[in-house]
């Protein structure tokens, strides 16, 4: 069963179509890419998802839902700027989103925090913005969400944190929950991902498995998108 599903979903701002008459079924299980230029709809999708934004037309799902109050409680956001109180210091952070969810696991986010030697003392405030992302990502992914929304996760880490980031990723989620990971560097997160969905212009102009896709046209998902996407 998708646990996350839309039906003909569409999103309009004024007169700016961003999702036109979309139609996505996604399966827990899976690591997987949303992809496209700059305004092709891939962070509107995410705050939908979210219930930060409501559907002009269509619908979409979480587990079966429609987003709201309900899917918070199952659904672990990671927006693409930074979104702490920045007088807080970190441990101060991960307190109040253990207060704040059932399915946070604090051991879990102080050992990440560790072993990316972030002092849980230090002020948010205080840190550099890639140490900010850390943060943050270590946050979301320290839930047992069924499904983890990560907007551009790892724009604004340095290339060497970047595999790290990932392999927290893959090591903290369970396989009946699905991540969703909308990017703009695809190189660097091809290798964790199972399906890659393309948009363009507010459409899906492709959604497949990863491993199928090189299969077939003998291209990495990165070079076939730079095809795709040729200015």
């Known amino acids: 069963m998708a646990v996350?599903?839309?039906?003909?979903?569409?999103?309009?701002?004024?007169?700016?179509?961003?999702?036109d008459n979309i139609d996505l079924l996604l399966e827990p299980g899976r690591i997987i890419g949303l992809v496209g230029p700059n305004g092709s709809g891939k962070t509107t999708l995410i705050k939908l998802a979210q219930h930060l934004l409501t559907p002009t037309d269509g619908e979409i799902l979480i587990d079966g839902i429609r987003p709201g109050a309900q899917?918070?409680?199952?659904?672990s956001y990671l927006p693409d700027r930074d979104f702490l109180p920045a007088w807080m210091d970190v441990e101060s952070l991960?307190?109040?989103?253990?207060?704040?969810?059932?399915?946070?696991?604090?051991n879990k986010a102080m050992q990440m925090l560790q072993a990316?030697?972030?002092?849980?003392?230090?002020?948010?405030?205080?840190?550099?913005?890639?140490?900010?992302?850390k943060v943050q990502l270590i946050m979301t992914m320290s839930r047992g969400a069924k499904v983890y929304l990560l907007?551009?996760?790892?724009?604004?880490?340095?290339?060497?944190?970047?595999?790290?980031?990932?392999?927290?990723?893959?090591?903290?989620?369970?396989e009946n929950a699905l991540v969703l990971i909308?990017?703009?560097?695809?190189?660097d997160v091809e290798p964790v991902l199972?399906?890659?969905?393309?948009?363009?212009?507010?459409?899906?102009?492709?959604?497949?498995?990863?491993?199928?896709?090189?299969?077939?046209?003998?291209?990495?998902?990165?070079?076939?998108?730079?095809e795709v996407y040729r200015c």
């Open 116 to 133: 990316l030697n972030i002092e849980p003392r230090r002020p948010f405030k205080a840190l550099s913005k890639g140490t900010k992302e």
């Open 182 to 187: 909308s990017t703009h560097l695809i190189a």
């Open 4 to 19: 996350l599903e839309c039906r003909h979903l569409t999103k309009r701002y004024g007169k700016l179509t961003a999702l």
């Open 194 to 226: 199972d399906e890659v969905i393309f948009l363009k212009q507010g459409h899906v102009e492709l959604h497949e498995n990863t491993d199928a896709l090189r299969e077939r046209t003998g291209m990495s998902v990165d070079n076939y998108f730079r």
């Open 151 to 174: 907007d551009e996760p790892i724009a604004g880490v340095d290339p060497a944190a970047r595999d790290y980031i990932l392999r927290t990723i893959i090591g903290n989620y369970s």
């Open 94 to 106: 991960l307190r109040f989103y253990e207060d704040f969810y059932e399915d946070f696991d604090m």
């Open 71 to 75: 899917t918070k409680a199952i659904v």
